[in-house]
């Protein structure tokens, strides 16, 4: 299945998005900017870029498992829906102790491209019944 990402760079030094190996499962992003993010705090990193991608995906924009690792960073904030043309920017929180010094060029987060199912959705009375009921957290064991 092939997906068009058309990616506008914003500034000269935006760098477009990668992926390291064909059968990588994300895309990697940059920082088009230095900031840096103190401890228990986050911050809004630009990625420096606007896209177009084939109606019908989205992008989720996820930990790097190195930095949420090493450098307790995490992504509170990214969803990128086909038809948006504004600026990508990712939301990270500092779960470390010390602050973190995100670099322009830094490879800050990454992209997973996934199917937007159409939803219809309907107000109704009642619910089936399942063998799970309501069971919420915790209710399936440890």
Same mark, same amino acid.
């Given at each position: 299945?092939?997906?068009?990402?058309?990616?506008?760079?914003?500034?000269?030094?935006?760098?477009?998005?990668?992926?390291?190996?064909?059968?990588?499962?994300?895309?990697?992003?940059?920082?088009?900017?230095?900031?840096?993010?103190?401890?228990?705090?986050?911050?809004?990193?630009?990625?420096?870029?606007?896209?177009? +991608?084939?109606? /019908?995906?989205? @992008?989720?924009?996820?930990?790097?498992?190195?930095?949420? &690792? =090493?450098?307790?960073?995490?992504?509170?904030?990214?969803?990128?829906?086909?038809?948006?043309?504004?600026?990508?920017?990712?939301?990270?929180?500092?779960?470390?102790?010390?602050?973190?010094?995100?670099?322009?060029?830094?490879? +800050?987060?990454? /992209?997973?491209? @996934?199917?937007?199912?159409?939803?219809?959705?309907?107000? &109704? =009375?009642?619910?089936?019944?399942?063998?799970?009921?309501?069971?919420?957290?915790?209710?399936?064991?440890?």
């Amino acid at each position: 299945m092939l997906v068009d990402m058309k990616v506008k760079r914003l500034w000269e030094h935006s760098k477009l998005p990668v992926k390291a190996h064909e059968n990588d499962f994300g895309i990697d992003f940059f920082a088009a900017e230095t900031k840096k993010i103190w401890p228990r705090k986050r911050e809004l990193i630009s990625l420096g870029i606007e896209t177009a +991608i084939t109606p /019908g995906f989205g @992008v989720l924009l996820c930990d790097r498992s190195g930095m949420a &690792v =090493t450098g307790g960073l995490h992504v509170i904030a990214g969803v990128i829906d086909c038809d948006y043309r504004g600026e990508w920017k990712v939301c990270l929180i500092n779960l470390d102790q010390n602050g973190r010094v995100i670099e322009r060029g830094d490879k +800050i987060v990454q /992209g997973i491209v @996934v199917p937007v199912p159409i939803v219809q959705i309907q107000e &109704v =009375t009642s619910l089936d019944e399942t063998e799970r009921g309501i069971g919420g957290f915790g209710s399936t064991g440890d």
